[in-house]
């Protein structure tokens, strides 16, 4: 049994009362669909393609399919490795040709 739901008289919850969604938040269509399909993306995209009978252009279904993947198991990490030889200055020099130390006192 949940408890009552307790305001004063300003409107606000009374602290110990019961809550406003006892039952938590409702779970979404992403997590529903993760746990029917799980990793199981051959299954997934068969049930996609049914969906998507009726739309004729290819590039729509593919905008479709990439958005519908990228909200449910999110989009994939890109990472790049930047190699350079610049010296890049952080900070306002205190003078022309100074270089910014941040374990300096000068």
């Known amino acids: 049994m949940t408890k009552e739901v307790v305001r004063d008289e300003r409107g606000r919850l009374v602290k110990g009362s019961g809550s406003l969604n006892p ?11 993760r746990e029917r399909y799980g990793d199981n993306l051959e299954d997934l995209l068969d049930m996609l393609d049914t969906m998507l009978k009726g ?13 519908f993947l990228d909200r449910v198991y999110g989009k994939p990490v890109v990472t ?27």
């Not at 003078?95 to 000068?106: C, F, H, K, L, V």
């Open 80 to 106: 790049q490795k930047i190699e350079s030889d610049t010296i890049i200055t952080v900070g306002k020099p205190k003078q022309d040709g100074d270089t910014y130390r941040p374990d300096s006192d000068t």
């Open 55 to 67: 739309v004729s252009s290819d590039k729509i279904k593919k905008e479709i399919i990439t958005d």
């Open 23 to 33: 039952g938590g938040r409702p779970k979404g269509i992403s997590n529903l669909i």
